[in-house]
Nanobody
């Protein structure tokens, strides 16, 4: 079964950090661009950041620049989202997605999606 599974979400205080994981099964992430998206209550889903096949990354959300980074561990078939200096406005369900294309995209289409993990930033 081809799937992505996110983990690492939870409750964190403002200014804190979290690292989300996106593990693939049934396929190899090496051949895919991997994007992280988030959706806050009452808001549309937005593209946050993407790791491209070429090894680079693109940050789509201006509000996370300088605070969020994306990385890959090919041996573990896993992509990570490191989130630092978290703010209450980062509260959302975070999703990872895999796109087999020549480049990342902030909107899609993506071939596989995870089920999401909740991140809540609150004191």
């Amino acid at each position: 079964q081809l799937q992505l599974v996110e983990s690492g979400g939870g409750l964190v205080q403002p200014g804190g950090s979290l690292r989300l994981s996106c593990a693939a099964s049934g396929f190899t992430l090496n051949y895919y661009n991997i994007g992280w998206f988030r959706q806050a209550p009452g808001k549309e889903r937005e593209g946050v950041i993407c790791s491209s096949l070429s090894g680079g990354s693109t940050t789509y959300a201006d509000s996370v620049k300088g605070r969020f980074t994306i990385s890959r561990d090919n041996a573990k078939n896993t992509v990570y989202l490191q989130m630092n200096s978290l703010k209450p406005e980062d509260t959302a369900v975070y999703y990872c997605a895999a796109r087999r294309s020549n480049f990342c995209s902030s909107y899609g289409p993506y071939d596989y999606w995870g089920q999401g993990t909740q991140v809540t930033v609150s004191s």
